[in-house]
């Protein structure tokens, strides 16, 4: 049991550590529930066809085919998986010197094997090449670093999570009777009790989801960012090319003497029958060499957490062994650091997986801004805190309108190859509105403003399939019956999501309509009650 | 002194001078510790079967232990004996780097 004076300590904790930060908390938890989807996103961003999956047709005629038209500097890694176009992408990657910028060839393929695009670029600059990528990368770098520079926005993310992670763990010492608050009825009404067991009932739900995001998403921010300089500096001298190389293997000494590949359709049928699970990618190191080794990427096995990746021996097709992300066998440290992606993400059982995580992050996303807003107002006597809760209440609904606008630039753009520029250019335009309007707002009462707001982005999200549409995206009968069913899915969802947001705004102008009906027609019974009145009597 | 190391009757000055403690050791020292944590471990920690355990393990523990490190100053009853315990770890990890690097 914890003394008042501790609890009264750790109750600080708890609303400084959500509080100070939680502009920037809220742009993360957000943008990570949207994200959870962004294949989804993707292939939405493309009207794509609908997805070829590896095994669907075989790939070892193809690849063959497709290695003769490039370079042989370019074989050095082949890679041969899903796109989100719905077509297959073969990639071919040269293996220069260290300080060369590798060069990649990529081909999609549609389910006839023809080539429907070629496409011969630095590797670092296929991204940026491909015009319908602009939203959802705007969207994962939003999450990921804030836009900020590298390893600046990692280093921001990761604090974020660590302050995430303080805030789960006072929350649950503070909370000296969770499962009794999981039931907590909540009162009704806008007081602030009512504001407090709203928070109350989303964060004790959440909690355990809570310290597991903030967790591994801190892991994933300062791993690379912050810990391998540091493990590099103590333990390789500073170079952290060696540590990684001790983390994740040094490259490897193939015979390069030329040799046919063993057939890679036998090796992904042998894959996928000892790792009891789809195979999703297959990549080659050193094709049409001697010393070839092909591995084969698989999704998660029923009941499993992680995918297995399977090494084959590529000049005779022979399985070597099962590969370990980090080290040279199975151990604790290669096990966590392989578990916390899909823990962060929701990957491991597929569409489900990823749907409950979106709502789990929903729900914190909910928690945080009830637990500011609920310290907020508290304060809101004090001129300074009501400015604060005005200007949280803009970025609350401003965020969701900013993002909307994005994917309108998006959609407007796409067509004409500039939406890389015009995507962020919507974004800060919508920021711009939503702070213009808040600043504009005559009216101090934030819950006006939050409602002026909210109707903005549910506004901005309504429209967006129909403007998806008139830019040339596929229609609504093409998308639901020869497209991906994501097409479809996301305008649905992004419609309804709409409507959830212009909700308060329409009962409000309903009702108003409905009192101004009243009025005049009480005005106009008094009237006739008047002259009732003053007519004479017959 | 009671012991949540302020007193009764001129207590402001030691509550806050406590307060001032707790947000220094919760603040800087416990992101320094948890950096040099992480920078001391892969010194004495074991390779594990894979070779690796001993550079992976203090990345994957750096956000606990910058946690743990926050919650203990704010949590403790006395916040002198927090300074000490937290600093005693800093003078460790600390020798051990140094012994690494010089």
């Known amino acids: 049991m914890l003394s008042p004076s501790v609890t009264k300590r750790l109750i600080a904790l708890h609303g400084w550590s959500g509080t100070v930060l939680s502009i920037l908390l809220y742009v993360v938890m957000l943008t990570g529930a949207v994200i959870v989807f962004d294949d989804e996103i993707l292939r939405w961003s493309r009207d794509a066809a609908p997805p070829q999956a590896l095994i669907d047709r075989p790939i070892h005629a193809d690849v063959a085919a497709l290695a003769a038209r490039v370079p042989p500097a370019l074989r050095?890694?082949?890679?041969?998986?899903?796109?989100?176009?719905?077509?297959?992408?073969?990639?071919?990657?040269?293996?220069?010197?260290?300080?060369?910028?590798?060069?990649?060839?990529?081909?999609?393929?549609?389910?006839?094997?023809?080539?429907?695009?070629?496409?011969?670029?630095?590797?670092?600059?296929?991204?940026?090449?491909?015009?319908?990528?602009?939203?959802?990368?705007?969207?994962?770098?939003?999450?990921?670093?804030?836009?900020?520079?590298?390893?600046?926005?990692?280093?921001?993310?990761?604090?974020?999570?660590?302050?995430?992670?303080?805030?789960?763990?006072?929350?649950?010492?503070?909370?000296?009777?969770?499962?009794?608050?999981?039931?907590?009825?909540?009162?009704?009404?806008?007081?602030?009790?009512?504001?407090?067991?709203?928070?109350?009932?989303?964060?004790?739900?959440?909690?355990?989801?809570?310290?597991?995001?903030?967790?591994?998403?801190?892991?994933?921010?300062?791993?690379?960012?912050?810990?391998?300089?540091?493990?590099?500096?103590?333990?390789?001298?500073?170079d952290q090319r060696q540590a990684l190389e001790a983390v994740l293997g040094a490259p490897r000494a193939a015979d390069a003497a030329p040799g046919p590949l063993a057939d890679l359709d036998a090796i992904v049928a042998d894959a996928a029958r000892r790792a009891d699970a789809e195979p999703l990618a297959v990549t080659v190191e050193d094709y049409g060499a001697r010393g070839a080794e092909v591995r084969v990427i698989h999704a998660p096995a029923s009941g499993a957490l992680t995918g297995a990746t399977l090494v084959y021996d590529g000049a005779t097709g022979g399985f070597v062994r099962e590969h370990v992300l980090v080290g040279a066998a199975p151990s604790l440290g290669s096990a966590l650091v392989s578990l916390a992606a899909p823990l962060h993400f929701g990957t491991f059982a597929g569409l489900l997986s990823r749907a409950v995580w979106a709502g789990l992050g929903a729900a914190m996303t909910y928690a945080v801004v009830s637990g500011v807003?609920?310290?907020?107002?508290?304060?809101?006597?004090?001129?300074?805190?009501?400015?604060?809760?005005?200007?949280?209440?803009?970025?609350?609904?401003?965020?969701?309108?900013?993002?909307?606008?994005?994917?309108?630039?998006?959609?407007?753009?796409?067509?004409?190859?500039?939406?890389?520029?015009?995507?962020?250019?919507?974004?800060?335009?919508?920021?711009?509105?939503?702070?213009?309007?808040?600043?504009?707002?005559?009216?101090?009462?934030?819950?006006?403003?939050?409602?002026?707001?909210?109707?903005?982005?549910?506004?901005?999200?309504?429209?967006?399939?129909?403007?998806?549409?008139?830019?040339?995206?596929?229609?609504?009968?093409?998308?639901?019956?020869?497209?991906?069913?994501?097409v479809a899915g996301i305008d649905l969802a992004v419609a309804l999501l709409g409507l959830w947001l212009l909700a308060p705004a329409l009962r409000a102008a309903g009702e108003a309509a409905f009192a101004a009906a009243r009025r005049s027609g009480a005005v106009q019974a008094a009237r006739n009650r008047a002259k009732g009145a003053s007519a004479p009597p017959d | 002194m009671t012991r949540d190391g302020a007193t009764s009757t001129d207590g402001g000055w030691f509550e806050r001078r406590a307060a001032v403690a707790r947000a220094l050791l919760a603040g800087p020292v416990a992101l320094l510790l948890a950096v040099l944590s992480m920078a001391a471990a892969p010194l004495v920690l074991p390779p594990g079967r894979g070779g690796v355990d001993h550079l992976v393990l203090p990345v994957v523990a750096f956000p606990l232990i910058w946690a743990a490190a926050v919650l203990y100053p704010v949590m403790t009853a006395r916040p002198g004996r927090a300074a000490a315990a937290m600093g005693a770890i800093l003078a460790l990890e600390l020798a051990i780097v140094m012994s690494a690097l010089l």
């Not at chain 1, 073969?90 to 496409?119: C, K, S, Y």
């Not at chain 1, 590298?150 to 604090?159: D, R």
């Not at chain 1, 067991?197 to 967790?215: I, K």
């Open chain 1, 76 to 238: 050095g890694e082949v890679l041969i998986a899903g796109h989100s176009s719905g077509h297959r992408r073969v990639a071919f990657t040269g293996r220069g010197p260290a300080d060369a910028e590798p060069m990649t060839a990529e081909f999609l393929l549609d389910r006839d094997g023809a080539v429907v695009r070629r496409l011969d670029a630095p590797t670092d600059d296929l991204r940026r090449a491909d015009p319908h990528m602009a939203l959802e990368r705007f969207i994962v770098d939003l999450h990921v670093q804030l836009h900020l520079p590298a390893p600046w926005g990692l280093y921001a993310t990761g604090v974020l999570g660590l302050t995430m992670l303080v805030a789960a763990i006072s929350g649950a010492l503070i909370h000296r009777h969770l499962v009794r608050d999981a039931f907590l009825a909540r009162r009704p009404g806008g007081r602030v009790a009512s504001a407090r067991d709203a928070h109350v009932l989303a964060g004790v739900w959440g909690l355990p989801f809570a310290a597991l995001l903030a967790f591994t998403g801190a892991f994933l921010s300062f791993a690379l960012s912050l810990g391998l300089p540091i493990v590099a500096m103590v333990a390789f001298g500073g």
């Open chain 1, 373 to 486: 807003d609920l310290w907020l107002r508290r304060r809101e006597g004090d001129q300074f805190w009501a400015v604060c809760r005005r200007a949280m209440v803009c970025v609350v609904w401003g965020l969701p309108f900013a993002m909307a606008c994005a994917a309108v630039a998006f959609f407007a753009t796409v067509g004409v190859g500039t939406p890389w520029t015009a995507t962020p250019a919507g974004f800060l335009t919508g920021c711009a509105l939503a702070v213009g309007w808040t600043c504009l707002a005559r009216r101090g009462d934030a819950a006006a403003l939050g409602r002026d707001l909210r109707a903005a982005a549910g506004a901005a999200l309504l429209v967006l399939p129909l403007i998806r549409v008139a830019a040339g995206g596929a229609g609504w009968p093409d998308a639901l019956w020869t497209r991906d069913p994501a």
